[in-house]
């Protein structure tokens, strides 16, 4: 597979295809579709996009055409950059009423002015298809993982079944402890039948770069392009980049490229590697996906 983000010539790391996987899950998905729509339900998310984010934008129309694939109904209700605190959340209590609406999601970053964690309180949590909810976090952490996960953890751990990485007692290190990615991937990990043990670094860890030596997985989700050098991975760990930054790079016409958190020459040193892009991104999507199809099931215990 080639990859921009890494030298093909000097890779020796298994990159993880993370397009080629979230699109057989999108396949699995549209057959879980259509006997859901033989059973006269039609899965439906509703994505909430408020603003000109161009990022927000890109990502929406990627999970459109994500819907498109696997026949998920999509609808997109677009705001303007102006819209307040109570128009968001009447938005929101609308959906929430609307029993043809299976997912809802609400595209961050939320304008200025606007508290995203009360809108994301505010969804139902059945609709949830983020995963951000404070019922389906907390389902996490009692060790549940049957619900709606947060879809880029939930697309990483799908990512170590499918390369069939045993991680039984290995040490796992995970750099960021955000609610989206660090902290959930962290109790993801470490559940029973996973059993990793896990590290949590952040800005304020000492000696990062000791800590990640001796991990076998590295999971780097900071937002900060090649932090993570390649004398940090020890020789044959797993590395996941959940990172993805634009750089600039005045060799290419459009004047910049995208990296991620981890330098590119640490493909020499791992076993497994995430390319930036075409790693976790796609899977982010594809797990989306699957919130929203299960959502629609769920809807009809």
Known sequence: MKDEGVCASSVSAVLLDGKSLGLRIEGEL????????????????????AGNDPASHVYVRNKERACE???IRSTLIDLPENVS????????ADLNADDTVHGILVQSPTPAGTNELEITEAIDPTKDVDGFHPMNLGRLVMGQSDGLLPCTPAGVMAMIADAKIDLIGAKAVVIGRSRIVGMPLALLLAQKGIDATVTIAHSRTQDAAKICRE??????????????????IKPGATVIDVGINRVVDESRDSGSRLAGDVDPAAAEI???????????????I????SNTVRAAEMSLE
Do not use: N
Not at 215 to 232: N, Q, S, Y
Not at 270 to 284: E, F, S
């Open 69 to 71: 694939r696997t026949g």
């Open 270 to 284: 791992a076993g497994y590697i995430t390319p930036v892009p075409g790693g976790v991104g796609p899977m982010t």
């Open 85 to 92: 605190q109570e128009e968001l959340m009447q938005v929101v």
């Open 215 to 232: 991990a076998d997985l590295i999971v780097a989700a900071i937002g900060r392009p090649a932090t993570v050098m390649a004398d940090w």
């Open 286 to 289: 594809a797990m989306l996906m």
């Open 30 to 49: 549209a057959e879980r579709v259509t006997s859901l729509k033989s059973l006269g339900i039609e899965p439906h998310l509703a994505v909430v996009l």
